[in-house]
């Protein structure tokens, strides 16, 4: 697997220790993110979210898949997993289900995630299994180059659509909150305060707790549609950012021409039973009964 750092010659960063560092391994520093990637602004609102959290750190749990948001978990200092490619959802399920006292979050890419990992992202949802769940989209395959995906949007250039994609992209946020989870969220790398106050609500919700942060990346998706400077694509949310907490899920699907809006806000915020909650009232259902039927 190549470094997107080494695959970029971007600089590596010198490693600093600071209040962070509880909650991150400094030993695996510097980390292989390319200049001007989002992935670290959304692991420093992790970790802020984590430190303002009541719940104790022996219970917060990272899991990632495969992907340049796939190496999140193993630079913090948690019980923190690397599992495989799309797989990161059903492994937390798992998890959840048999230790449900632990605050599980998958963090991870577009791809894996919805991609790679969709059916599983899906089908968490509509169980709405107690679990948050990060998903940075970055609009493409960062790590094994820049190819084109499900969050590519329509006409976007990539090393595999040069002429532009002609896929209709996943309406992430609208796909989730189809499916039926408790929470759904939409904002980008820019909004620092809002996604570290989405997630922190994140971790209070029961139930299924999905937020997509826009991500920019200069190297394999910038250069290609117009904003090749790191900064290029942080300006373009700035300036198109349209927060809107009521929106009409089914018409945001992402973008990233010049001249249209970004939808962001939280969207969803809603009670329904978790996966957990119901298998804990089917035991308590099976064991007054007298246990299993042989
Ligand atoms: S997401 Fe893009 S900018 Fe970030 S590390 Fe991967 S290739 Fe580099």
Redesign the pocket.
């Known amino acids: 697997m190549i470094s997107?750092?080494v695959?970029?010659g971007?600089p590596v960063v010198k490693v600093q220790h600071h209040v962070n560092d509880e909650v991150i391994r400094p030993e695996r520093l510097p980390n292989?993110?390319?200049?001007?990637?989002?992935?670290g602004i959304v692991v420093g609102a992790y970790v802020r979210a984590i430190q303002k959290s009541p719940i104790a750190r022996d219970r917060q749990i990272s899991i990632s898949g495969i992907?340049?948001?796939g190496r999140v978990s193993g630079y913090l200092n948690l019980d923190s997993y690397h599992t495989t490619h799309g797989r990161a959802i059903a492994f937390a399920t798992g998890m959840a289900v048999a230790r449900p006292e632990l605050e599980i979050t998958v963090i991870a890419?577009d791809g894996d995630l919805g991609v790679i990992g969709g059916n599983h992202l899906i089908h968490a949802a509509r169980r709405n299994v107690d679990l948050n769940v990060i998903m940075?989209n970055?609009f493409?395959y960062?790590?094994t180059g820049?190819q084109h995906g499900g969050t590519t949007p329509l006409g976007a250039k990539t090393h595999t659509s040069p002429y532009g994609n002609v896929e209709t992209p996943f309406n992430i946020p609208y796909l989730v909150a189809a499916a039926g989870a408790s929470f759904v969220a939409r904002w980008t790398a820019m909004h620092v305060r809002q996604v570290t106050a989405a997630i922190s609500r994140m971790m209070e919700v029961k139930g299924f707790a999905f937020m997509e942060v826009l991500?920019?990346?200069?190297?394999?998706?910038?250069e290609f549609n117009g904003y090749p400077d790191p900064l290029d694509m942080m300006n373009y949310f700035k300036d198109k950012a349209v927060v809107d907490n009521n929106a009409d899920l089914s018409g945001i699907g992402v973008t990233t021409h010049p001249e249209d809006s970004v939808v962001v806000g939280n969207f969803v915020d809603r009670k329904r039973p978790s996966y957990q909650e119901l298998l804990g009232d089917l035991r308590a259902r099976v064991s007054a009964q007298g246990g299993a039927k042989k």
């Open positions: 997107p750092q695959k970029t971007g292989i993110w390319c200049p001007g990637c989002g992935i992907g340049c948001t890419g940075v970055n493409n960062g790590m820049g991500s920019p990346c200069p190297p394999t998706f910038g």
